[in-house]
């Protein structure tokens, strides 16, 4: 509740900066992990989005990471509804080759975590691919 509030106040600012954008980002960060403990794992996903869009906005390598993280995790909460996890995974590895190029050290995670889904579906190819 107390998340929905500040995003409210973010939308009243009339000067968008670095600064406003970080913080939406930051917040919407935020609401997608409690979104994810309470396992609504599609708005989990939406504020993901908004928090990515934001991001876009600045410059901080650091934030990104943050971002693709928060991606990484909503992916492992929907483990179980393999599609849509796909799709998050996807976009942290985006997000992770955009900020740091693609040999960061998470990087690996994440293509083991989507080969492992690749794998319960039987799409062994496309596992190997990853693996």
């Known amino acids: 509740m107390h998340y929905m509030k500040a995003l409210d106040v973010l939308k ?15 917040l919407c960060l935020h609401i ?3 979104l994810v403990g309470q396992r609504e794992f599609s708005k989990a996903q939406e504020y993901c989005n908004r928090a990515e869009e934001a991001a876009k906005l600045i410059d901080d390598q650091e934030h990104d990471l943050e971002v693709s993280a928060t991606c990484h995790n909503i992916a492992n909460a929907y483990v179980r509804q393999a599609n849509e996890a ?3 995974f996807h ?10 190029g693609d040999n960061h050290p998470d990087l690996a995670t994440i293509y083991d975590n989507m080969a492992k889904i690749y794998r319960d579906k039987n799409n062994i190819e496309e596992a190997e691919r990853l693996d």
Request: no cysteine; aromatic share 12%.
């Open 12 to 26: 009243t600012f009339k000067n968008r900066d670095e600064k406003h954008n970080y913080l939406k980002s930051d």
């Open 32 to 34: 997608a992990a409690s």
């Open 86 to 88: 796909l799709v998050m």
């Open 91 to 100: 976009k942290a590895v985006d997000i992770y080759i955009l900020a740091f």
